[in-house]
Nanobody
Framework: VQLQASGGGLVQAGGSLRLSCAAS????????GGWFRQAPGKEREFVAA????????DYADFVKGRFTISRDNRKNTVYLQMNGLKPEDTAVYSC?????????????????WGQGTLVTVSS
């Protein structure tokens, strides 16, 4: 499966952005979907993930209550709605896919990555 993220940009602190991840090549409903980010000089870190069914989600503590992950399997797309953005959220956000059971979600199993999209939050 090939993944392409979009929707990044420059936003003021407190603002919102919606990222999209379009999948192609294989049926995306066969994969759990996830978002990771990498800030300058830092390692890549987990942000959020969603099961194949869309029925269960997992979030990093630092985004709980602010970010929401969702998916539309008919459109082969995973979304990340980001509200209440902070300057420390500035990073390149990448989407990822993992072979998984219908309701299985394990952060460490993500092994397919797409090109990221840059999110910059100004103070």
């Amino acid at each position: 499966v090939q993944l392409q993220a979009s929707g990044g940009g420059l936003v003021q602190a407190g603002g919102s952005l919606r990222l999209s991840c379009a999948a192609s090549g294989r049926t995306f409903s066969n994969y759990a979907g996830g978002w990771f980010r990498q800030a300058p000089g830092k390692e890549r870190e987990f942000v959020a993930a969603i099961t194949r069914s869309g029925g269960s989600t997992d979030y990093a503590d630092f985004v709980k209550g602010r970010f929401t992950i969702s998916r539309d399997n008919r459109k082969n797309t995973v979304y990340l709605q980001m509200n209440g953005l902070k300057p420390e959220d500035t990073a390149v956000y990448s989407c990822a896919a993992a072979r998984a059971g219908w309701e299985t979600l394990v952060r460490s199993t993500f092994d397919t990555w797409g090109q990221g999209t840059l999110v910059t939050v100004s103070s």
